[in-house]
């Protein structure tokens, strides 16, 4: 009998503690409170007119960003809610917005939503919980590939009412995944349900967001106008967001042809991402008369990784000191010095810029989740910090190339003839890009292979050339990026995991096979807390980089920014965006 109590005791305090609440974190204490009226980095009285103009560069075939097929276009996310919005000031931090409420199961078998019987999509219909069971159903079983493998750890999608959906899973270990869920947007099941979504790249969709699609001619222009009717305009999450009255994007094909467009006033706004560019051509007239404001803004957003990819699936590159040693031939300091005008720091982390970078060696805790991996990882792993060559930046590496070739030919290759050859095959190979300016950066970095005997040629390709050859694996290196956030979890398996390297259409570009990353991802993923989080994200960092599995380039902690004067900004910034659709047009 007293044992029957206490099990009906116990249940009584679990599904007590199982409550509704307002916002959804991992762990992080929310900024604001139940009843905020808004974000703090918006100004809730500004202005809703006029039309925001940006570039975009290559081009697009598909309105649908959701399937494999095309390259979608800009802003199209636009026209979309989720469930919740993230905060961003915050780590990590999501509040209301389809969804006005969400409840956690405390065991974490299952999420709840309660969608706000407010909400409608553009067309004015009720957005229902049957809506949010398509979402999911259509994304795992008809569009890309990787969205079955990002909800994997989902059982099913359950209707409870017509505004509640709940969402059991299979572990519940996986304490993201109710998060992972509350940025979920939202597709109307009555506008697709008689649709192919597969085939769908260019059928005019419709969804409950603050944009509705305004006209578009595919690889010109696309344009969305501000839904005076949305549903959420009042909501706390968007006071002071979406004042554009249009946003539009125009389609460029050179970089060049962009910058010059912006300085003559055919757009509003621009984001450098060249540092000869930011140096020496934003200046002119209209720059003087101030009519032009160019920015250098600091943000707190952790940097990831962008660097010289290498494709395991090339048996060139299956060598962890073939890697190592083609690591050496790049000098950092003297494309810094030469070509950047000294703008940036090399990168040393996956995680660079924020507090999850790994340094020194491993820490207790670290040692606890590395050790039982001891035989599957770099012995350099617990003897080093991970740190890449320095050179004196006056262009002479020959003692890194020395190295390089010492390393190279203890590996079986042989330098004959100028070339380096094993088992009669030459060292060749190719760098896919899309971006020509990189090619500045590229061609000292293939001229000190060619100092070692590596023949490297640069293969310069269209954006869509460019997207399906890097959705079929299609590359020897490639210049590649991995952004990642304060709080990674889920998406990490689509960068690192086994079981992405032969997904079509997955992230995993270097083709990485290996138990040790797949057993930290998972460690990361079920994290209890931020600190078991930050420790596995650490011992994460340094397996990968003590792998050289990509040659390390380069970050700044700043976004550099251009804007014409007739655009408005509040007065507080967020930590972690440059929050752009809170701007607004001073037609004064």
Do not use: C
């Not at 067309?123 to 949010?132: E, I, L, P, T």
């Not at 991996?373 to 060559?389: A, H, R, T």
């Not at 203890?410 to 094993?422: A, C, P, Q, Y």
């Amino acid at each position: 009998m007293k044992i029957k109590i206490l099990v009906l005791l116990l249940f009584f305090f679990v599904n007590l503690y199982a409550k509704k609440d307002y916002y959804i974190s991992l762990g992080s204490i929310p900024k604001y409170n139940k009843d905020f009226k808004h974000f703090e980095y918006v100004n809730d009285k500004a202005p809703k007119n006029g039309v925001f103009k940006q570039a975009a560069r290559g081009t697009y075939d598909s309105l649908n960003p959701f399937i494999l097929k095309g390259i979608s276009a800009l802003g199209i996310g636009l026209i979309y809610d989720s469930l919740m919005q993230p905060s961003l000031d915050e780590s990590s931090v999501y509040y209301p917005l389809l969804a006005e409420e969400i409840e956690v199961d405390p065991n974490n078998n299952w999420v709840k939503f309660y969608l706000n019987p407010k909400a409608r999509f553009s067309d004015g219909v009720s957005v229902k919980a049957d809506d949010v069971k398509f979402t999911f159903e259509t994304l795992i079983t008809k569009a890309s590939p990787i969205y079955k493998k990002y909800y994997s750890d989902v059982k099913n999608v359950e209707i409870i009412d017509k505004l509640t959906v709940k969402f059991n899973f299979k572990t519940s270990k996986n304490n993201e995944l109710p998060l992972i869920l509350a940025s979920l947007s939202i597709l109307p099941k009555h506008y697709w349900i008689d649709k192919d979504f597969k085939k769908s790249d260019n059928i005019n969709p419709i969804g409950s967001g603050p944009y509705v699609l305004d006209k578009y001619k595919f690889s010109k222009y696309i344009s969305f106008k501000r839904n005076k009717n949305y549903w959420a305009k009042d909501l706390a999450v968007n006071k002071g967001f979406y004042n554009f009255n249009k946003v539009q994007f125009d389609y460029y094909k050179d970089q060049t042809v962009i910058l010059e467009a912006f300085k003559s006033g055919e757009f509003d706004f621009i984001q450098e991402y060249t540092s000869k560019n930011w140096a020496t051509l934003y200046k002119g007239k209209n720059f003087d008369k101030g009519l032009i404001k160019k920015e250098n803004r600091a943000h707190k957003n952790v940097q990831g990784m962008q660097a010289f990819a290498f494709n395991l699936r090339n048996p060139l590159f299956n060598n962890l000191q073939v890697r190592k040693a083609l690591n050496l031939a790049f000098d950092f300091e003297w494309t810094n010095k030469k070509l950047f005008f000294s703008q940036y720091k090399r990168t040393n982390s996956y995680f660079a810029n924020s507090e999850l970078s790994s340094s020194f060696l491993p820490s207790r805790e670290e040692l606890k989740l590395l050790n039982p991996l001891k035989d599957q990882i770099p012995k350099s792993v617990f003897l080093s910090e991970f740190k890449n060559n320095k050179t004196s930046a006056n262009g002479n590496i020959r003692k890194e190339l020395k190295q390089a070739l010492k390393i190279l030919k203890k590996e079986g290759w042989i330098f004959k003839n100028k070339i380096l050859v094993k088992n009669n095959k030459e060292f060749k190979f190719e760098i896919l890009i899309y971006q020509s300016a990189f090619e500045r950066v590229l061609q000292p970095f293939i001229k000190n292979l060619k100092k070692i005997g590596i023949q490297a040629k640069i293969r310069v390709v269209d954006a869509v050339s460019y997207t399906n050859r890097l959705r079929n694996f299609n590359y020897d290196m490639m210049v590649t990026s991995y952004g990642v956030s304060l709080t990674p979890g889920n998406e990490l398996k689509y960068f690192w995991h086994s079981n992405s390297a032969d997904i079509e259409g997955s992230r995993n570009y270097i083709g990485i096979k290996n138990k040790a990353l797949d057993s930290l991802i998972n460690e990361i993923i079920i994290a209890a807390n931020r600190k078991d989080l930050i420790t596995a994200v650490k011992a994460l960092d340094r397996v990968l980089l003590h792998n050289y599995y990509l040659i390390p380039n380069w970050y700044t902690s700043v976004y550099r920014i251009a804007y014409w004067n007739k655009i408005q900004q509040p007065k507080i910034y967020p930590k972690y965006d440059l929050a752009i659709y809170s701007w607004w047009i001073n037609k004064k």
